[in-house]
C-alpha cells in the first residue's frame, strides 16, 4: 500500500484566495484525521471523520475552515478564505478500527502551506 | 480525555539508553497509551502501544505501572537518527467518539 497520499506537498498563497488541500487515506481504513502544526501551537486536531461521516469539527478554527469526505478513499480540507495566519503544514491522518491491540494512525507527508 | 505530561526536551549520546516519562493521571479503565516518533518534515509514526505492564518490539520498550498513572518509554542505544520529538497518547481506541490528540512531545537529541 501507497500509504495516506497527500497533495499537494507544498501550498503558495495570496491572502484571500482559497486553498484545497487533498488526501487520499489507505485503503479500507475507516477513520481519516486532519491536523494542523505550527510551532507555536503543536499538533492541532481539526476534524475526523468515522465512514465518511464528520463525528467531531470542534477543532476547526472558525467559518473558513471546511472538510468534506465524499468517499472512503477521499477527502478534502478547504480555507476560504485563506489568511496568513493559516500558514501551517496541514497532516491528514487513518487508521482501522479492529479488535486488534496495535491500531495506529498512518500519516500523510503533510501539506506545507504558505499564506502571503 | 486523559491530559498527559512529558519533558519538553531531552539530550543524550550514541549508546545510550534513553527513558522518557509521560505522566497521565487521570487515565480511564478503558485507555491505551500508545507514542509516536516524529521526525522534521514528516508526520508522526506510530512506535509503540500498550495497556499495562511492559510492551517490547523491534524499536522500543513501554513499562506501565500498575496503576497506569504514567508510562516511560525507552529506546536502547539511541543513534543519531532517534533525533525526533516524542508524543505520548492517552485515548479509548475503540469508541467511536474517541478523538485522539497530540500532546506538546519531548524533543529528544542525540549527541555523536
Known amino acids: 500500500d501507497a500509504g495516506v497520499i497527500q497533495s499537494p506537498r507544498h501550498e503558495v498563497t495570496e491572502m484571500g484566495q482559497e486553498v484545497t488541500l487533498r488526501c487520499k487515506p489507505i485503503?479500507?481504513?475507516?477513520?481519516l484525521f486532519w491536523y494542523r502544526q505550527t510551532m507555536m501551537r503543536g499538533l492541532e486536531l481539526l476534524i475526523y471523520?468515522?465512514?465518511?461521516?464528520?463525528?467531531?469539527d470542534s477543532g476547526m478554527p472558525e467559518d473558513r475552515f471546511s472538510a468534506k469526505m465524499p468517499n472512503a478513499s477521499f477527502s478534502t480540507l478547504k480555507i476560504q478564505p485563506s489568511e496568513p495566519r493559516d500558514s501551517a503544514v496541514y497532516f491528514c491522518?487513518?487508521?482501522?478500527?479492529?479488535?486488534?491491540?496495535?491500531?495506529?494512525?498512518?500519516f500523510g507527508s503533510g501539506t506545507q502551506l504558505s499564506v502571503l | 480525555l486523559a491530559k498527559t505530561t512529558q519533558p519538553i526536551s531531552m539530550d543524550s549520546y550514541e549508546g545510550q539508553e534513553v527513558n522518557i516519562t509521560c505522566s497521565h493521571n487521570?487515565?480511564?479503565?478503558?485507555?491505551?497509551i500508545t507514542w509516536y516518533q516524529q521526525f522534521p518534515s514528516q508526520g508522526p509514526r506510530f512506535i509503540i502501544q500498550?495497556?499495562?505492564t511492559k510492551v517490547t518490539n523491534e524499536v522500543a520498550s513501554l513499562f506501565i505501572p500498575a496503576d497506569r498513572k504514567s508510562s516511560t518509554l525507552s529506546l536502547p542505544r539511541v543513534s543519531l537518527s532517534d533525533t525526533a520529538v516524542y508524543y505520548c497518547?492517552?485515548?479509548?481506541?475503540?469508541?467511536?467518539?474517541?478523538?485522539?490528540?497530540f500532546g506538546s512531545g519531548t524533543r529528544l537529541s542525540i549527541r555523536p
Open positions: 487521570n487515565i480511564a479503565t478503558n485507555d491505551y
Open positions: 471523520f468515522n465512514n465518511n461521516v464528520p463525528i467531531d
Open positions: 491522518a487513518s487508521r482501522l478500527s479492529s479488535s486488534a491491540t496495535n491500531e495506529k494512525l498512518f
Open positions: 497518547l492517552v485515548g479509548d481506541l475503540y469508541s467511536s467518539a474517541s478523538k485522539i490528540i
Open positions: 485503503s479500507g481504513h475507516d477513520y
Open positions: 500498550g495497556y499495562k
